[in-house]
């Protein structure tokens, strides 16, 4: 039996809010998994898996090959048109900025010398006197 005949026979996946619910055992009905660093995980024979891979088997018959990326940044936001097959890169490209960041910007810093310093992947795009001249540079890298 494959893994998708075997995982299709213990979940239900609800479409429209992107929850998965066990079909059988004591917690028929139930939503599976629990919250785990902002995104849903469940055991299943005795393994832990995150539900939105489970997902992606139930929905293309297939183990995702690469990383699963939340498109929107929502790590239990698991609707299938938000989850796409990433790589690694692909997946550290989809980041938001720091909970503490001056500008709201990936990339785009405030420096000591008071000029917006713009760096992408660990090298620097230059700095900038305007803050919209620094988010273009990021942005023409991107």
């Known amino acids: 039996m494959s893994d998708f005949e075997k995982f299709s026979k213990l979940f239900n996946y609800e479409e429209e809010t992107g929850k998965l619910f066990w079909k059988i055992g004591k917690n028929t009905g139930y939503e599976a998994g629990g919250l785990n660093k902002g995104y849903k995980e469940t055991r299943v024979f005795g393994k832990l898996y995150k539900v939105h891979r489970i997902i992606w088997l139930l929905k293309t018959g297939t183990w995702p090959v690469n990383q ?18 990433v790589t690694n890169r692909e997946n550290a490209n989809n980041v ?23 760096q992408r992947r660990k090298k620097c795009l230059g700095t900038f006197v305007l803050l919209k001249d620094a988010i273009a540079a990021y942005d023409a890298a991107e």
């Not at 929502?74 to 938000?82: L, Q």
């Not at 709201?104 to 000029?115: C, F, I, P």
């Open 68 to 85: 699963i990326d939340h498109i929107d940044r929502v790590r239990d936001n698991n609707r299938f048109s938000n989850l796409r097959d």
């Open 96 to 118: 938001s900025a720091h909970i503490d960041s001056t500008t709201g910007v990936v990339g785009v810093y405030l420096s000591a010398n008071g000029k917006w310093y713009v």
